[in-house]
Nanobody, 127 residues
Framework: QVQLVESGGGLVQAGGSLRLSCAAS????????MGWFRQAPGKEREFVAA????????DYANFVKGRFSISRDNAKNTAYLQLNSLKPEDTAVYYC????????????????????WGQGTQVTVSS
């Protein structure tokens, strides 16, 4: 089992940047493909990005390609999501998650395919 804690959210103006971190404890994060999701008020949780256990493979939702970047540092047991060129519509709670299928790649991009979740970090983008 793994416990996940996100940090790095905040309030930023449109066009700004944030770097989200996801720190893991318990089982090592290198045992999992990792994903980031987000959920805006009144909307369903949606896939943002995923990264394989080694960091060699990544996948992104179409709406963030070229703006967001996912990475990981297994030595630090941490995954990251760099958010650039932020837009007001990026406002949401951002969650990191560990895949139910361990190191399997590619991952399914639905939330139910992830077994472990953090508590989320709020990202608010003002216009």
């Amino acid at each position: 089992q793994v416990q996940l804690v996100e940090s790095g959210g905040g309030l930023v103006q449109a066009g700004g940047s944030l770097r989200l971190s996801c720190a893991a404890s318990g089982r090592t994060v290198s045992a999992y493909s990792m994903g980031w999701f987000r959920q805006a008020p009144g909307k369903e949780r949606e896939f943002v990005a995923a990264i394989s256990w080694s960091g060699q493979n990544t996948d992104y939702a179409n709406f963030v390609k070229g703006r967001f970047s996912i990475s990981r540092d297994n030595a630090k047991n941490t995954a990251y999501l760099q958010l650039n060129s932020l837009k007001p519509e990026d406002t949401a709670v951002y969650y990191c998650a560990a895949s139910s299928l361990g190191r399997t790649w590619p991952v399914v991009t639905t939330p139910r395919s992830y077994a472990y979740w953090g508590q989320g970090t709020q990202v608010t983008v003002s216009s």
